[in-house]
Nanobody, 122 residues
Framework: QVLLVESGGGLVQAGGSLRLSCAASGRTFSRYDMGWFRQAPGKEREFVAGTTWIRANTYLGDYADSVKGRCTISRDDGKNTVDLQMNSLNSEDTGIYYC????????????WGQGTQVTVSS
C-alpha cells in the first residue's frame, strides 16, 4: 500500500505558477502509475495529469486537454515523489488537487492523498 501526502498548494494570481508535490511511501513506488486530479467547488473530481509505467524507468505522460501546454508532471522514483508544475494559471484551475496512485496495469486509481487547495485569483 502506498501513502500519499500532497504539498505546495496556495493562493496565486491569474497568470502565475505553482508547483505541487506528492510524497509517497512504499518500497515499490516505481511500479505505480501516478496521477493528479482536481475537484472544483460544485464539480466532480477530474483527471489533470498522469504518468503510466511502461517499463523500468520509462513512463508515459498524459494530460487533460484543459491543462495541456500549461502543466508538466514529473516523478523522481529515487525520492518517491511526483510533482505537478502548473503555469499560466486561471480561475478555472481553482480547486482541491489530489495525488493518486494505482498499481501498473490497473484501470482505476485506488489510493488518494488528502488534497491540497489551489486558489487562483483574477
Amino acid at each position: 500500500q502506498v501513502l500519499l501526502v500532497e504539498s505546495g498548494g496556495g493562493l496565486v494570481q491569474a497568470g502565475g505558477s505553482l508547483r505541487l508535490s506528492c510524497a509517497a511511501s512504499g518500497r515499490t513506488f516505481s511500479r505505480y502509475d501516478m496521477g493528479w486530479f482536481r475537484q472544483a467547488p460544485g464539480k466532480e473530481r477530474e483527471f489533470v495529469a498522469g504518468t503510466t509505467w511502461i517499463r523500468a524507468n520509462t513512463y508515459l505522460g498524459d494530460y487533460a486537454d484543459s491543462v495541456k501546454g500549461r502543466c508538466t508532471i514529473s516523478r523522481d522514483d529515487g525520492k518517491n515523489t511526483v510533482d505537478l508544475q502548473m503555469n499560466s494559471l486561471n480561475s478555472e484551475d481553482t480547486g482541491i488537487y489530489y495525488c493518486a496512485a494505482k498499481s501498473a496495469g490497473r484501470s482505476l486509481y485506488d489510493t488518494w492523498g488528502q488534497g491540497t487547495q489551489v486558489t487562483v485569483s483574477s
